[in-house]
């Protein structure tokens, strides 16, 4: 009976619309589905255009104030000025050094991540890819000011590095090293060389993913061919994997780089009264209140990225990410 | 027969792979070991005794609870509103091409891309601009902005893999949108934005950098551990702290990696 039913009553083509207010909306943004991607784009667009975009602009707005020196008070006139004041020598001097320290932890962060990498994707398996995996994640993850605190335990005077040196019988190679010039200091939690390794140490896991990620899209086969073909294994590294390895290894240098051009607490906490340009940025804001010189030194770290983000683009860099 | 199986790592490279992970967690212990030491001035290594003292008087500092609270309270917020619009954008990004697709994905990673003095910076002369006073929904604002990335980033993988074909069979079966939405998409991507809203609440609950410009004179646990690291006043307290910090977000991240192991793209790459 239920089947004639059916059948005498002919169903059709276009079922009628769903009843009510909601069916009628959910009609609506099914017909059109702009007005759905509108719908969904609207809040997060609004937020991060009005809140972060609006921001930026605030912020380059500024730099193109100045401060009157006499009162402290900010000019708000459109001036070039304040450009002019960051390149004082003084200024260049902080934006070199920053630039160097950010080339040096890039650079030592590639050589630390790649057999980390290589192993995780050509040889770990199974078991030990998770924990490789979960191995990068939760230093990545953990608290960055309980990592720069753990560095000013491991790097204190009294700390476990010296005295790990001092039973090795190696405390004349710290005091050596600790005597040079521009790295040293009176102890590694006040020198240059802290800061490199706390910076290392910080952004390694950054250089570690894409690294892995690079590594991963190489077929072991193309390794064994080039062995097979008569390349020692440092002949197959420079002319085999290395290449193919470069965009991942830019990829994550970008991370390294830019982190390192921006922070100022690392700095701060470990390493000498030089600034950088973080601190610089920060000093200037707070204590000197200089907020257009401030806003002005942050262009700095923008442009420098912008260039390497459209050199790391040429190299294929994003496809690794 | 192939060469490979079972091939084993030359030495060298053994070598070198576990000396980078040990550089990356011992650090952390150690922490976990300072967090006993008797003594109070220095760093002293190895500690003279252990004790667990520093965690009564940790407990009774009314400071460290009111910097735990707002941190709390500011992370739950910021994640709240992450989800909503990381959920957004990734459903818009990856249902539909359209004009702009790009910059809009470009848009919602840079405030992590760029170094996070800059985003802080940004925001105070903002606020000096139009006069905001700082305040917890300051700090609020901030960190939302940054947390939409990786609620994007996993739901955005998510979407990927299910397949667009079940919300058309469901409406064709005659649910509504609205009924899909609950019933079919929901599910669908539950643990992937649980997974970022984990990681969205970590993020946040460690971040210093962008808070120190946006707090004014409110103390974040960060920024108390800050104001420690700056002008030490009980050393062994901040060491209980951190301790306490390591392991609160040791397991949002755990638990993120437990939800999404199985084939999604990397849950916390994209911090």
């Known amino acids: 009976m239920t089947i004639a039913a059916v059948q005498s009553k002919p169903v059709p083509a276009i079922l009628p619309g769903n009843g009510g207010m909601r069916g009628a909306l959910s009609d609506l943004l099914w017909r059109r589905p702009i007005l759905l991607l509108l719908l969904m784009l609207l809040p997060p667009l609004l937020w991060l255009g009005i809140v972060y975009i609006g921001s930026l602009f605030a912020l380059l707005l500024q730099s193109f104030f100045s401060i009157d020196e006499f009162s402290g008070l900010i000019n708000r006139e459109f001036t070039l000025k304040t450009y002019g004041d960051l390149f004082q020598a003084a200024n260049l001097d902080i934006i070199l050094r920053t630039v160097t320290m950010a080339a040096l932890v890039t ?97 390694l896991p950054f250089m570690i993913l894409p690294v892995q990620a690079a590594l991963e899209r190489v077929p072991g086969n193309l390794v064994e061919a080039s062995s097979d073909l008569g390349a020692s294994p440092g002949q197959t590294f420079r002319n085999v994997l290395f290449p193919l390895a470069l965009p991942g290894i830019v990829a994550g240098s970008i991370f390294t780089f830019s982190l390192t051009l921006g922070d100022y607490i690392i700095p701060q906490i470990i390493g000498t009264s030089r600034l950088f340009i973080g601190q610089a940025v920060y000093s200037q804001q707070g204590t000197a209140g200089n907020i257009p010189l401030a806003a002005a030194f942050t262009v700095v770290p923008i442009v420098i990225m912008g260039f390497y983000l459209w050199g790391a683009k040429r190299l294929g860099a994003f496809d690794a990410l | 027969m192939r060469s490979d199986r079972g091939q084993s790592a030359p030495l060298g490279l053994k070598i070198a792979a576990a000396c980078g992970l040990l550089f990356l967690h011992l650090p952390i212990l150690l922490i976990f070991v300072y967090a006993f030491t008797t003594e109070e001035k220095s760093f002293v290594w190895p500690p003279p005794g252990l004790t667990t003292q520093w965690f009564a008087v940790t407990w009774n500092r009314p400071d460290v609870w009111e910097a735990l609270s707002l941190s709390i309270r500011v992370a739950a917020i910021s994640t709240a509103i992450a989800l909503v619009l990381g959920t957004l954008c990734a459903a818009a990004v ?52 940054f947390c939409v990335v990786v609620v994007y980033n996993n739901a955005v993988a998510r979407f990927r893999r299910t397949s667009g074909s079940m919300i058309e069979a469901s409406m064709d079966l005659g649910a ?4 899909t939405f609950r019933h079919v998409v929901l599910p669908n991507i539950a643990t992937a934005l649980l997974a970022g809203g984990m990681l969205a ?50 397991l949002p991240i755990l638990f993120a990696y437990y939800l999404t192991r199985d084939g999604d793209q990397i849950a916390g790459s994209g911090k």
Not at chain 1, 114 to 121: E, G, L, S
Not at chain 2, 97 to 125: D, H, N, Y
């Open chain 1, 107 to 203: 650079l030592a962060s590639a050589v630390i991540a790649f057999p980390i990498a290589y192993y995780a994707a050509r040889y770990a398996r199974g078991r030990w890819k998770a924990l490789f995996y979960l191995g990068v994640m939760l230093p990545l993850w953990s608290s960055y000011l309980v990592k720069i605190y753990a560095w000013k335990l491991i790097l204190a005077k009294e700390g476990i590095l010296t005295w790990l040196l001092g039973k090795l019988g190696l405390l004349w190679l710290l005091e050596a090293w600790l005597s040079l010039p521009i790295v040293g200091g009176n102890s590694l939690s006040v020198s240059f060389t802290g800061t490199f390794i706390v910076f290392v140490y910080v952004w």
């Open chain 2, 176 to 179: 509504d949108g609205f009924q």
């Open chain 2, 94 to 145: 990856s249902r539909t091409r359209f004009f702009g697709r790009e910059a809009i994905s470009l848009l919602v990673i840079l405030p992590i891309a760029l170094p996070g003095i800059i985003t802080g910076i940004a925001l105070r002369s903002a606020f000096a601009l139009a006069d905001i006073p700082f305040s917890f929904w300051t700090i609020v604002l901030g960190h939302a902005t």
């Open chain 2, 201 to 250: 609440f970590a993020l946040s609950f460690d971040e210093v950098i962008v808070t120190t410009f946006t707090a004014g004179q409110q103390q974040t646990v960060p920024i108390w551990m800050l104001e420690e690291l700056i002008r030490p006043r009980q050393r062994p307290v901040t060491n209980v702290v951190a301790m306490v910090v390591v392991l609160v977000t040791l």
